[in-house]
């Protein structure tokens, strides 16, 4: 990346502020409703600038809030994390809006059945919240498992977009 600068802009979402981070190329690095200033210890720096959002990011997430689920699909992310975190947080990128899987089924598509605990680390550990939708994977049994955002927030997420889609949280 020719400029290093990370740019961090504020949004008001239905479920409270949230953060984005992004790069001079308008790829998203974080989103989430990170409180106090800890969420920059994930990027080991505090030398954001304040983001005017040039690339129309602040506008796809409202969009996504508003009532267009899928404004969101086309934002481009860069994952840093280990090369198994990085396979799960790409795949949950497949999971449409108004669908679920659960950590067993999605252990199973990556080759892996007996990785549901990893899976399940790796989702938590997911820095691109929304985008990058871990809140649609669930537990075996339909049940809301953890969210770093909080299980309100993620319950809210899957009845929007279950809401904007008609498909009502189907499971995959």
Sequence with gaps: MPNDDLFVTGLETPVGQARLVYDAEGVVHAFGWYEGDTWLERF???DFVEGADPFGLVAAMAAYFD??????????????GAPFQNTVWQALRSIPAGETMSYGALAKML??????RAVGLANGANPIGVIVPCHR?????????GYGGGIARKKWLLAHEARHTGLF????
């Design 44 to 46: 080991g720096r505090a």
């Design 67 to 80: 009532s267009d689920v899928r404004a969101i699909d086309h934002i481009r992310v860069r994952m840093r």
């Design 111 to 116: 080759g892996q059945p007996g990785a549901m």
């Design 137 to 145: 994977v669930i537990g075996a049994d339909g049940s809301l498992t």
């Design 169 to 172: 949280g189907s499971l995959r």
